[in-house]
């Protein structure tokens, strides 16, 4: 080939590259353009209503936290069918995988149009003037959390395609089933693949690079109180995305190495390394994504002196309180406690109050009990809501926490025995139940932590609250219902991982909630 010709060409390729990137250019703005007009036009309409910027936060960051909480359980199913499928790679799939698989697909689906909602309706704030926040009444610290809340919706959807991405792209079952169509869950073909695309895009990743940048540059330049729930929950949020962090690993290699590293380049990364690794890198890194966005563990995981302390105050009924600070949950939860929870008591206290055999206790018996030890309390005695659903755990497992309480039903001495035995065999009913993401005490069918009490106990006077239309009831409404010792009684505290005296426990206690 001629040298003219060579040069030509070279031209030519040059030519359609510069092309490009001015088209790609021009289309990012545009669309950013595009966004931004529309963003503003909705937000003006909203204003015109009567709803304030506060408010429309309020209820878009409600509607995340929801948003999260059904990713951490699809990712969690998508886990466990997964590792259960990757030890019969030969076999065929099961109709029950299939089902779990086809659903779950369906519900991502659902998840990823709500999170990119919301993705979209505050990006337009990376950009905005002064002039224009001042216009529509919007402080700093709402344009800065509205920012963190797009860039938490984005990071979310980054976080479910690429556990996706691994557990599927690389398993040629997985792959067919999600690619496959199925209008009885109203799946068309090639939604792996179009949303592989989607991720991937030169847009894509240029918009979640952006958002990126403002919050770490922002973080670093505006004071937020500590005590704005709101603006914690974003920011753990942000900082605990398996994308996130490996975006700030690679980053740290390139800058020492004086080399520039583009999302997309971390996308592969990221899928190479953990096929290398296997399946449990995988585990591992989403495992802190499963509903618990641990900072560090409770300081009083792990300390026997303290639950051999509390096995012995222990009783049938006994509601537990904990609170956990260094988790994502805690910040969603209003007041000073995060978690209700049932101790079921052990076999032979189960035997005594006489519900042992009824069936909803019976088939639970290999977990509560030993065949060898009837007062053991070592076994699943804590009945307690979690994502996964109502299930049975141990008290070890349950103490990975700061704050500790007991609280015990003051019962009418003439019918505490009928009373406990109601009691409990409702608090059985709950299990296997599903998790109530609404809150909404009014819904039998799914239960949220503290509403394991409010279900458990029909004869108490619950204090509940509305938000959004709901009725609720959270952990501090069951715990104010001890300030007066009736009709529950505070009976052992645990503070920041310390015993607190009996006798000032309680004044303790209220103290921490009105705070």
């Known amino acids: ?13 040059i030519a359609v590259i510069i092309l490009s990137g001015i088209y790609t250019y021009y289309r990012i703005n545009k669309n950013q353009l595009e966004r931004e007009t529309l963003c503003f036009d909705e937000l003006a309409n909203k204003l015109e209503r009567g709803i304030t910027p506060q408010d429309i936060f309020n209820e878009d960051f409600e509607e995340l936290q929801k948003l999260v909480e059904y990713s951490l359980v699809a ?9 259960r499928l990757r030890v019969d790679k030969d076999q065929p799939l099961k109709s029950s995988d299939l089902l779990i698989l086809k659903q779950g697909t369906e519900d991502y689906l659902e998840i990823r149009d709500e999170l990119f909602a919301i993705a979209n309706a505050y990006e337009c704030g990376l950009d905005v003037r002064d002039k224009t926040l001042k216009a529509y009444n919007i402080d700093q610290k709402t344009h800065v959390k509205g920012i963190m809340l797009s860039l938490g919706a984005a990071l979310t959807l980054y976080d479910n395609y690429f556990l996706g991405i691994v557990l599927f792209e690389d398993d040629d079952r997985l792959r067919k089933v999600i690619n496959d169509p199925d209008m009885g869950f109203g799946l068309i073909s090639n939604r792996l693949n179009e949303i592989t695309l989607n991720a991937n895009s030169i847009e894509s990743r240029h918009r979640i690079r952006r958002a990126i940048t403002f919050f770490e540059n922002t973080i670093e330049q505006i004071t937020i109180d ?3 729930s709101d603006y914690e929950y974003l920011k753990m949020l942000i900082e605990s995305s398996p994308s996130y962090n490996y975006i700030k690993k690679i980053r740290v290699k390139e800058i020492a190495s004086n080399k520039i590293v583009g999302l997309e380049r971390i996308t592969s990364d990221m899928i190479s390394e953990t096929k290398e690794e296997g399946f449990d890198m995988v585990s591992g890194l989403f495992g802190n994504t499963m509903g618990l966005f641990e900072s560090r ?11 051999e302390h509390i096995k012995t105050q222990l009783q049938p009924l006994d509601i537990l309180l904990e609170k956990t600070p260094f988790r994502l949950t805690d910040k969603l939860i209003p007041g000073h406690f995060g978690h209700v929870a049932i101790w079921t008591g052990t076999k032979a206290e189960l035997i005594d109050i006489g519900i042992w055999e009824n069936p909803y206790v019976s088939k639970h018996a290999d977990k509560i009990s030993t065949k060898t030890d009837k007062n053991s309390k070592n076994e699943h005695q804590i009945i307690e809501a979690l994502r996964s659903g109502v299930q049975l755990s141990t008290l070890e497992h349950f103490m990975n ?6 609280l015990r039903p003051v019962f009418n001495l003439k019918k505490n025995k ?6 409990l ?24 932590c503290s509403e394991l009490a409010y279900v458990s106990f029909p004869t108490i006077d619950w204090p509940t609250e509305k938000t959004l239309g709901r009725h609720n009831i959270s952990p501090d409404n069951v715990a104010k219902l001890a300030w007066d010792k009736v009709p529950l009684e505070l ?3 645990y503070h920041d991982g310390e015993l607190v005296e009996k006798e000032e426990q309680l004044s303790k206690m209220k103290t921490l909630m009105q705070q």
């Open 226 to 228: 500590n005590s704005d």
């Open 491 to 493: 009976i052992i505290f």
């Open 75 to 83: 990712r969690t199913e998508m886990l466990e069918v997964a590792s």
């Open 425 to 448: 065999l409702m608090a059985f009913r709950q299990i296997g139940k599903k998790y109530d993401f609404n809150f909404d005490v009014n819904t039998t069918d799914k239960i949220v």
């Open 418 to 423: 009928d009373a406990q035995r109601e009691a």
């Open 297 to 307: 563990k409770g300081k009083l995981y792990g300390d026997t002196t303290a639950i």
């Open 401 to 406: 926490v700061d704050d500790f309480a007991i």
């Open 1 to 13: 080939m001629k040298k003219s010709k060579i040069l030509k060409i070279s031209y030519i390729l």
